[in-house]
């Protein structure tokens, strides 16, 4: 039998910055995107000349096969990663006449950040959801969730708002149904309560921005389908800007808009 996701309400228009007909600046914006890693002697290039904006409340899904450059590119984007500087000689400026490599949230550029400010995008501004969920194994599940706020907070902050950010916590747990959760381990959870307990630490600190690195690739397919589902409903309740990168041509149909990587360029 083939299961029928639910309907979610559309997205919200793309806002204006007050010229008529003027699209929003992009909240998340890439030119040029070049990484090549090093393994041993030889030269692995992994993205060649990236451009990519996401407007606010947009999900996108960046499409490709494995090896392609989505994870890569969502590392870069979310400022866990730094992209090669400067471009190769051929592609050192964008088109834009901005220079190759560069990253920028609401129009600031991370390269520009100091190590404190890119620590606090990295905690306040975005939310990582990753294929294999990494939950701490020896904290339970409420500990799990509100550990983001530890590190953004740090211990002594943590400590003065620990009764706030535990509220905070079990309402995000409550709303993935995991309520009856919140004492137990990880390995004490089924793969998607594993998931869901990760996109609610995702989520703990109200970041503008959600990144999914195939968030569904170690679920089976009606699991997967509903954390989508899930995904789908909060991203719209909170208003999130989503890039979601998959291998998976049905669960990019969702997104808003699909970007196709290639061998490490947009298609």
Do not use: C
């Not at 100091?114 to 020896?138: C, K, T």
């Not at 708002?161 to 381990?185: C, I, N, P, Q, T």
Request: proline share 7%.
């Amino acid at each position: 039998m083939t299961r029928t996701a639910p309907t979610t309400p559309a997205s919200p228009a793309p806002a204006t910055n007050g010229a008529p007909g003027a699209p929003a600046a992009p909240l998340l914006s890439a030119r040029s995107l070049y990484k090549t890693y090093r393994l041993g002697r030889v030269d692995v290039p992994v993205l060649r000349g990236v451009d990519l904006d996401v407007r606010r409340g947009e999900w996108v899904a960046v499409l490709g096969a494995s090896g392609s450059g989505k994870s890569t590119l969502l590392h870069l984007l979310g400022g866990l990663d730094r992209p090669d500087r400067p471009a190769p000689p051929s592609a050192a400026r964008a088109e834009s006449g901005r220079p190759a490599g560069r990253i920028a949230f609401d129009g600031r550029d991370l390269a520009e950040l100091s190590a404190r400010e890119l620590d606090r995008y990295r905690s306040e501004s975005v939310g990582f959801v990753f294929q294999f969920y990494h939950l701490l194994p020896e904290l339970r599940v409420l500990e799990n969730v509100t550990i983001a706020a530890m590190v953004r907070y740090g211990r002594f902050g943590f400590a003065r708002r620990r009764a706030e950010v535990e509220d905070h916590a079990k309402a995000l747990l409550g709303s993935f149904g995991l309520s009856h959760r919140l004492g137990h381990r990880p390995a004490e959870l089924s793969g998607g309560e594993r998931q869901r307990v990760a996109i609610a630490r995702a989520l703990m600190n109200d970041p503008p921005v959600l990144l999914a690195d195939e968030p569904t690739g170690n679920l089976d397919h009606a699991t997967g389908e509903a954390i989508l589902d899930e995904i789908a409903r909060t991203r719209y309740a909170a208003g999130l800007t989503m890039v979601m990168v998959t291998h998976d041509r049905e669960i990019a149909a969702r997104a808003d808009r699909v970007v196709r990587l290639t061998d490490g360029r947009v298609a």
